[in-house]
């Protein structure tokens, strides 16, 4: 029901790609192989250009190379071979230093397995968001609740992460990711330890987030799910196999019904 | 490829500040005792394990100090300024004797306060004629002012002077009164000496420098002589001198006593004695400190071991924080604070207890207690060099984590 909701709402603002402001991403001929014998070629030649405001849909079957493309994305890994630009900024050229400033100001990550600090609340896990910024603490604290406001957690602010349930952790998780107001939020199977119901509640938050201009990159190996994206890119062997931009999607995803 | 491919350029855009990663001090305080707060259990545990090594550091110094305290009070009490003059040892083992005319020419050495000699008598003292004498007496003929020269104290009756002199009366050193079972006065006790009943007058308290008069009893030179025979010639000289000329005096004193045979003449100040057993206590007092030193390593590895284990479970916390703009050196730093606040957290408990076993240790004693401020000081900063160095090891494993494999699934 809050996917067809968002569906309407990605049906009547059509993503609308501006050429003219730099991509938020751009990925030249990427490749990241293991050395065995024969080498692992976890990514090869993988070219992927993201611009502001876009929510695209990776997917791909396990072992595909999804997640070995989101953290060379997130600058986490880095590429064997080929060249990766965030907001222009061309990431082979940076110190480790320099990427940690780069992730700490303009990259949310969202994890399958939400990586919060069990013992701290929810808003402390949320204000870490901003602590590698050198935010104040009593304005990161702000921020914290008015994004957790925003995910539907504000009466949640001072429940610890352990006592959360999994739906209301990933919402904590993805107010993280967003406290920063990053250039672009990357989540690797956000709903891969949620029920179907919660993972539709979890995906409909990420759209409206996107519908409110944050530019995300979901990882998700369900098909019906990622049908629902707007772009959906295909990744198999290691390979972008498609590419495929649906402006008006017509499948209403299995999880929903 | 080596050149950047154009695609880049073709968005040229306004080279904007590049973002720097910062966390502020406070921050990386609180980050640093984060792992602590959240694991109490484990963290009292393992800063135990350092404490144990730091109290008995603390417990060391502090015993030793506050019984050097006691010493030094005690050595301060009796004087530094009492020497005590022998003419050595006969062939046979015996106490020689000195010149007669040396306790006047003792006397004579300007800085010497007061002089009194002692003449050890050939003959034994028993409880009565009965019983055999095996209880390692000696018998001495004494000038009255001896008393005073020596700072000398009476647990009963009195000590000898112009009147019991002359008469058979005896005054008992502490072990002499009793090896020979008598404690006091009551009953008007005697002891035999050479075959002839003596009335004990008086007994002495403990004399801390003159174990000797402690085994001695005391006849008066003129009953010596009148009562048993003897001739007066003195075996020893006791004397007090100005301390600030005591070495000069000790050095004119073997040819003022025997201008004949220097040599023979030998010179001691027993507070020295007393002084060298605060010395003992400094080899006791190393090895302590060794055996301490020891279980503060052993405990620094304990905080290693525990601080590599927290590193391997934490490796999905790792992965978070470099993902959300901790560089390397903040990850390090997490993990040195935690090492170090783990390791001066043992290291507070631990001067707290060192402290707490001194303050038992030396009431027992009844000594002062003296637990010196640099040794608690020292105790915990040693323990936060400790912590910070044990923390090295898995700091700069944590940092140099993959952050790509540390955020990873575990599977
Ligand atoms: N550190 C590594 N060493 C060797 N091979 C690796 C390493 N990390 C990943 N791989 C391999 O790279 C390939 C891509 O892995 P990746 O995790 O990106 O797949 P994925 O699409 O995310 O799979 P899943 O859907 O199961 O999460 C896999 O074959 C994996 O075994
Ligand atoms: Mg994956």
Redesign the interface.
Known sequence: MSLTRFLRHRATTPPTPQEA???VL?L??IAKHYPASPPIKALDGVSLTVHPGELVGIVGASGSGK??LL?II?T??RPT???A?I????VAELS???R????????G?V???F?L????TAVSNVS??L????V??KQRTRLAIDALERVGLGHRVDHRAAKLSGGERQRVAIA?AIVADPAIVLADEPTGNLDSHTSADILTLLGDLNADGTTILIITHDQDLASAFPRRVTVNDGRIIDDHQTQFPTLIPAATQ | MTSIPATATQHPHVEMQRPRSKLRAADAIATGTHGLRSRKGRTLLTAIGISIGIASMIAVLGISASSKADLIAQIDRLGTNLLHVQAGNDLFGDAAQLPPESPTMVRRIGPVDQASSVSALDTDVRRNKYVEDNNGLDVFAAETHLYSTLEASLAHGRFLDSQTSTIPTVVLGAVAAQRLGINNLQGAPVVDIGGRNFAVIGILNTLTLNPDIDRAVLIGNDAAETFLGAEIVPTAIYLRANPEHIEAVRDVLPPTVNPADPNEVTVSRPSDALEARAEVDKNLQNLLLGLGAVALIVGGVGIANVMVISVLERRGEIGLRRALGATRTHIATQFILESATLATLGGIIGTILGAAVTYTYATQQNWRIDIPIEALALGITAALALGALAGLYPATRAAHLDPAEAVRPTT
Do not use: C, K, M, W
């Open positions: 402001t730099p991509p751009e030249v001929d997640s070995t953290n997130g986490l890994d071979a080929g060249h630009y907001e222009g900024t061309a480790d230093a320099d940690s400033g780069l992730r700490a100001a303009r990259i990550f994890f399958q397995q990586h600090l069990e013992s701290s870490n968001g602590l590698y910024q050198g104040p603490r993280r």
